[in-house]
Nanobody, 124 residues
Framework: QVQLAESGGGLVQAGGSLRLSCAAT????????MGWFRQVPGKEREALGC????????YYADSVKGRFTISRDNAKNTVYLQMDGLKAEDTAVYYC?????????????????WGQGTQVTVSS
């Protein structure tokens, strides 16, 4: 059983930055690839990117490439999402989840773990 808890969301002006954290309770956290997703009510969930468990390889969606950076600290069982150059359209609830990385895509799998989300609001 893995529990994930996101934090760090809030209100920020356009052009600003936020760093989200996702703390995991897992004895073998480094064994999990971790992904970040976001969702806006009425829209499909969007995969933002993910990071492998062992070598820290990262993969990003085109919509956030160059603005968002995913990192992890396995000693702290935490994965991060650094968001720079925020835009109003980045407003959403942000989630972390355990994923599989398949051909550089971040894939949710049956039995994946999912956090409760943290709200990010970007004012224009």
């Amino acid at each position: 059983q893995v529990q994930l808890a996101e934090s760090g969301g809030g209100l920020v002006q356009a052009g600003g930055s936020l760093r989200l954290s996702c703390a995991a309770t897992a004895r073998t956290f480094s064994g999990f690839a971790m992904g970040w997703f976001r969702q806006v009510p009425g829209k499909e969930r969007e995969a933002l990117g993910c990071i492998s468990g062992n070598d820290g390889s990262t993969y990003y969606a085109d919509s956030v490439k160059g603005r968002f950076t995913i990192s992890r600290d396995n000693a702290k069982n935490t994965v991060y999402l650094q968001m720079d150059g925020l835009k109003a359209e980045d407003t959403a609830v942000y989630y972390c989840a355990t994923v599989l990385i398949v051909q550089e895509a971040c894939v949710l799998y049956d039995g994946h773990y999912w956090g409760q989300g943290t709200q990010v609001t970007v004012s224009s």
